[in-house]
T-cell receptor
Framework: DAGVIQSPRHEVTEMGQEVTLRCKPI?????LFWYRQTMMRGLELLIY????????DSGMPEDRFSAKMPNASFSTLKIQPSEPRDSAVYFC??????????????FGDGTRLSIL | DQQVKQNSPSLSVQEGRISILNCDYT??????FLWYKKYPAEGPTFLISISSIKDKNEDGRFTVFLNKSAKHLSLHIVPSQPGDSAVYFC?????????????FGEGTQLTVNP
């Protein structure tokens, strides 16, 4: 079975540019999560969706960050404008919605983002 | 406020011996705990989990122990193998109808020496 698919794997861009990260969750999963990993803060949750609806975006650092999930098989995380401090590895994860049992989250391989 | 803490950034063990990774948490509302393993340039991979109604869960070479009174969990790997060398994250969540929000520890780099 295909796992969580993220694209691109690497992104290098200049400060001020718009960055769009993409995620395809595992088919049948109805919860989707965006995480950011940095040396300073470790793995931190940015936002998550249940059944395509954003549930908790309290981890989104500021208004420059936005996330959408237009359908069950696709989500985007957008940064506009990007800044050097946004450089990090961004992970997407998916799972079955909790409530039918605790289900572990399955992670993609991440997008390594470098803002120059 | 670091609600999930892994105090050892690194651990080195000999092949065949036991590896013990530790994790402490502060939020008494956490009732579901997981361990993930992460290799470089890959995403975290789910390893094993335990709910708060249990104190032990075993899966092959991996056993997770939970001490609720101490707010402490540990992962035992026995016997350790060189392929187990990776960063191990513990994570905690609460069981709720709004979904599982995981809080991760900082990770422990395990190195298993041949």
């Amino acid at each position: 079975d295909a796992g969580v698919i993220q694209s691109p794997r690497h992104e290098v861009t200049e400060m001020g540019q718009e960055v769009t990260l993409r995620c395809k969750p595992i088919s049948g999963h109805n919860s989707l999560f965006w995480y950011r990993q940095t040396m300073m803060r470790g793995l931190e949750l940015l936002i998550y969706f249940n059944n395509n609806v954003p549930i908790d975006d309290s981890g989104m650092p500021e208004d420059r960050f936005s996330a959408k999930m237009p359908n069950a098989s696709f989500s985007t995380l957008k940064i506009q404008p990007s800044e050097p401090r946004d450089s990090a590895v961004y992970f997407c994860a998916s799972s079955h919605l909790q409530g039918i049992g605790n289900q572990p989250q399955h992670f993609g391989d991440g997008t390594r983002l470098s803002i120059l | 406020d670091q609600q999930v803490k892994q105090n050892s950034p690194s651990l080195s063990v000999q092949e065949g011996r036991i590896s013990i990774l530790n994790c402490d948490y502060t939020n008494s509302m956490f009732d579901y705990f997981l361990w993930y393993k992460k290799y470089p340039a890959e995403g975290p991979t789910f390893l094993i989990s335990i709910s708060s109604i249990k104190d032990k869960n075993e899966d092959g070479r991996f056993t997770v122990f939970l001490n609720k009174s101490a707010k402490h969990l540990s992962l035992h790997i026995v016997p350790s193998q060189p392929g187990d060398s990776a960063v191990y994250f513990c994570a905690a969540s609460t069981w709720g109808t709004s979904g599982s929000r995981l809080t991760f520890g900082e990770g422990t780099q395990l190195t298993v020496n041949p």
